[in-house]
T-cell receptor, first 114, second 113 residues
Framework: AQSVAQPEDQVNVAEGNPLTVKCTYSVSGNPYLFWYVQYPNRGLQFLLKYITGDNLVKGSYGFEAEFNKSQTSFHLKKPSALVSDSALYFCAVRADTGGFKTIFGAGTRLFVKA | SQTIHQWPATLVQPVGSPLSLECTVEGTSNPNLYWYRQAAGRGLQLLFYSVGIGQISSEVPQNLSASRPQDRQFILSSKKLLLSDSGFYLC????????????FGAGTRLSVL
């Protein structure tokens, strides 16, 4: 069975500091991994994905994520946080063995303080 | 370019009343379509998905149903709403293939009173 864990309900970081939002996954087969962001009362927006290839994936708004197969992790990072990055972040996984179901994590709320 | 429309944005309904939420996608053909519910601003619960007209898969047994009368139209319905149906409902679409990125509508905030 597929699953995604986001161990932190909330991450607090000061503006200008680096941020990390953690994600670990479990899937049968090779994973397709995603990060999405949600602003208040809006739908989710796609940030980045890992399918294959380079373990470091770059996405929108200066975000990047590193795929670590041995640790089954896909942590989201940004070198310098902005107040406008404050939002709810979701990690998601889908197996490459077919099927249409993508499993989303519970979400991590990011607060960036000025 | 592709767009997804979801309406209404907010809805207040009494317990026991019917429900119909509509989602349409433009700019793509034969999309995969999804209905999610998000409770209390946290995780997403997949309710239904569809890979084609008339093809609906239900993930969670409940008093909700879904239909896909046209290729790019996805409807979430209920005959009698419960208090527990309150939440934020999100429609999404994707195209089959590697990655299968999902693109979400703006959501409907449903309050059942």
């Amino acid at each position: 069975a597929q699953s995604v864990a986001q161990p932190e309900d909330q991450v607090n970081v000061a503006e200008g500091n680096p941020l990390t939002v953690k994600c670990t996954y479990s899937v049968s087969g090779n994973p397709y991994l995603f990060w999405y962001v949600q602003y208040p009362n809006r739908g989710l927006q796609f940030l980045l994905k890992y399918i294959t290839g380079d373990n470091l994936v770059k996405g929108s708004y200066g975000f990047e994520a590193e795929f670590n197969k041995s640790q089954t992790s896909f942590h989201l990072k940004k070198p310098s946080a902005l107040v406008s990055d404050s939002a709810l972040y979701f990690c998601a996984v889908r197996a490459d063995t077919g099927g249409f179901k993508t499993i989303f994590g519970a979400g991590t709320r990011l607060f960036v303080k000025a | 370019s592709q767009t997804i429309h979801q309406w209404p944005a907010t809805l207040v309904q009494p317990v026991g009343s019917p429900l119909s939420l509509e989602c349409t996608v433009e700019g793509t053909s034969n999309p995969n379509l999804y209905w999610y519910r998000q409770a209390a601003g946290r995780g997403l619960q997949l309710l239904f998905y569809s890979v084609g007209i008339g093809q609906i898969s239900s993930e969670v047994p409940q008093n909700l149903s879904a239909s896909r009368p046209q290729d790019r139209q996805f409807i979430l319905s209920s005959k009698k709403l419960l208090l527990s149906d309150s939440g934020f409902y999100l429609c999404a679409w994707s195209v089959s293939g590697r990655g299968n990125i999902q693109y979400f509508g703006a959501g409907t905030r449903l309050s059942v009173l």
